[in-house]
Structure formats: structure tokens, C-alpha cells
């Protein structure tokens, strides 16, 4: 897969050619859902999605008046920071293919969200250093790889039969994949909880 070049900063397109022009956060995303689709599958048309913004201290995926519309939030660091800012905005990327309006995720898609975020910038932009330091968002990622192990297309083939990862269950994953388990698969589809560190280290 060839490897991208960032700006200084991912605002102000800059025309480096006739139909060429630098890295955006919306020129980004175009990429990273071009190429989340290819291996996850494809993304619900029936959402729109408006674009990406900086806002607050954390990213997020923003449902504007509940109408079906989608924008995804980085945070304001981001806009020093572009690997920041692209690894945030591939996180948020997998929340767009199978959305569910804004409610919250299950294990599943936080883990994939996860290790998409990590696959895209050693993929695409030749970074292998970035990782989630939340302990919660690891263990997902963890439980995510399993599966992956297993098939590495098992995103795909679930979501051929069930496009809303809200609505996947245990049932689902275990007709496909039975080797994981029921734990394993009950587990895939908890809803994610976002913790700092592990249960062992909280005071």
C-alpha cells in the first residue's frame, strides 16, 4: 500500500498540481473510508456524512439533530499534531460504516476502531509507534484480534448479514466463528466501557 506524505497541518489545501493538492482531514477520511470499505465492507448509505471538525479534548462521531447526519469530531490538540489527527480520525472512520446514530458501541467495533487506527498509519503513513495507551480501548483490540486470527475477512462476513454493528450478538458470531467460544463471543458483544486502566489498578 503506498505511503502518504502529511502537511504541517491537514486545514488549508495547497495545489501541488492540476487535480493534485495536499492532505485534508476531509480528503483523509475519503481515504481511510476508501480503504475501511475494501476490508470491513461497505458503509450504510442511508447516514450522511457531513465532514470532520476540531473540537474539545476527544474525538467522537456527532449525530446533528438525530436526522441521520454523521460528523466526526478531533480534537482541538489535533491541529499541531497530524499523525494526532489522523490516527483519531481512523478510529472514528469505522464508527461510519455501521452506524447506529450516536449511541454507544459495543466491545466489537471499539476494538476494530482500534486496530484500523493503527493499521491505517503503519499502512498509510509509515508509522508503526501509534497505540492506544487506554487500557479499555487495548483490551478491545485484543478481543478484536482474536477474531481476526481466526478469518481475517470475519468483519466483512458478519456485516454481510448484519451491516449495524449494534446489532451484532453472540448468536451471530458463533454461527460463523464457533471456535471462539461463547465467552469469547459474549464478550465481542458487551458494550464497551472506556476506562483509564485496568480493574486491578483502579484506587
Request: charged share 20%.
Amino acid at each position: 500500500m503506498q505511503t502518504l506524505t502529511l502537511g504541517s497541518q491537514l486545514v488549508i489545501a495547497h495545489r501541488l498540481a492540476p487535480g493534485r493538492y495536499t492532505w485534508t482531514l476531509p480528503s483523509l477520511l475519503g481515504d481511510m473510508l476508501r480503504v475501511a470499505q475494501k476490508m470491513f465492507g461497505e458503509r450504510d448509505h442511508a447516514y450522511t456524512i457531513l465532514g470532520v471538525e476540531y473540537c474539545g479534548d476527544r474525538p467522537r462521531v456527532w449525530c446533528p439533530g438525530n436526522r441521520g447526519d454523521l460528523l466526526v469530531q478531533v480534537s482541538v490538540r489535533c491541529l499541531d499534531e497530524p499523525q494526532r489527527a489522523c490516527y483519531q480520525l481512523a478510529h472514528e472512520c469505522i464508527h461510519l460504516l455501521g452506524p447506529s446514530g450516536c449511541s454507544g458501541a459495543l466491545v466489537i467495533e471499539e476494538g476494530l476502531a482500534t486496530w484500523f487506527a493503527q493499521y491505517y498509519l503503519r499502512a498509510r503513513l509509515g508509522n508503526p509507534n501509534w497505540r492506544s495507551t487506554l487500557y479499555s480501548y487495548a483490551a478491545a483490540q485484543r478481543q478484536v484480534e482474536t477474531l481476526l486470527k481466526l478469518d481475517r475477512n470475519a468483519i466483512k462476513t458478519l456485516r454481510q448479514e448484519q451491516p449495524t454493528f449494534a446489532l451484532f450478538t453472540s448468536a451471530l458470531l458463533l454461527k460463523h466463528y464457533p471456535a471462539l467460544g461463547q465467552e469469547r463471543a459474549a464478550a465481542l458483544v458487551a458494550p464497551f466501557q472506556r476506562d483509564l486502566q485496568p480493574p486491578e489498578n483502579k484506587t
